[in-house]
């Protein structure tokens, strides 16, 4: 059975440092990796996708990687600002079917001005 | 641009009362889902679609029951609402493009409480 876990659950940091978010699964095998940004009580919005085939993913301030023989993936934040403070969930899916989604349990972050 | 709507937003049911809760989305998305989210147990996969007339059972698909008659709609109905059952509920669509899974875009969600 496929597990997602997300370490540290909580992160709190200043203004302007770079950061990692980091998301392990136990299944390796040919999965999708989505990472997704979550506002208090507020949907899902994503990130980044890394394709099973990839190798990472970049938007702006974010880059994901991608890392399957060890069931790695990161979420680097470059620069962090008060802005980005949310909860960072990443989620797997078979190829296939990104409407089976197996989430981890998040990482609040908070950055502080 | 709507995306995924969900309605309603807050509920609150008595112990045994039913209920449907309402996704729609307008990308023309082969996928949908419907997740619960509860603290400590994050996200979970209630029922998922891959096309209109085809739905499966994902990890807690117990108390609820689904259909999906159209590609926009995916209504979630809940038989008889239990109080394990009070939880954010989030409905998400997704599709296969030629270049390979899309993400997976969410609704704002629909927090319901059972009492």
């Known amino acids: 059975k496929q597990e997602v876990t997300q370490i540290p659950a909580a992160l709190s940091v200043p203004e302007g440092e770079n950061l990692v978010l980091n998301c392990s699964f136990t299944d390796s095998a040919i999965y999708n990796l989505q990472w997704f940004r979550q506002d208090p009580g507020k949907g899902l919005t994503s990130l980044l996708l890394i394709q099973s085939s990839q190798r990472e993913q970049t938007s702006g301030r974010l880059n994901a990687s991608l890392d399957k023989s060890s069931g790695r993936s990161t979420l680097y934040i470059a620069a962090s600002q008060p802005g980005d403070s949310a909860t960072y969930l990443c989620?797997?899916?078979?190829?296939?079917?990104?409407?089976?989604?197996?989430f981890g349990q998040g990482t609040t972050l908070q950055v502080k001005p | 641009n709507a995306g995924v709507t969900q309605t309603p937003k807050f509920q609150v049911l008595k112990t045994g009362q039913s209920m449907t809760l309402q996704c729609a989305q307008d990308?023309?998305?082969?996928?949908m889902s419907w997740y619960r989210q509860d603290p400590g147990m994050g996200l979970r996969l209630i029922h998922y679609?891959?096309?209109?007339?085809?739905?499966d059972q994902g990890e807690v698909p117990n108390g609820y029951n689904v259909s999906r008659s159209t590609t926009e709609d995916f209504p979630l109905r809940l038989l008889s609402a239990a109080p394990s059952q009070t939880s954010v509920y989030f409905c998400a669509s997704s599709y296969r493009s030629v270049k390979g899974d899309t993400e997976a875009f969410f609704g704002q969600g629909t927090r319901l409480t059972v009492v």
């Open positions: 990308m023309n998305h082969e996928y």
């Open positions: 679609s891959v096309g209109a007339g085809i739905t």
């Open positions: 989620a797997v899916s078979r190829i296939g079917n990104t409407g089976k989604l197996i």
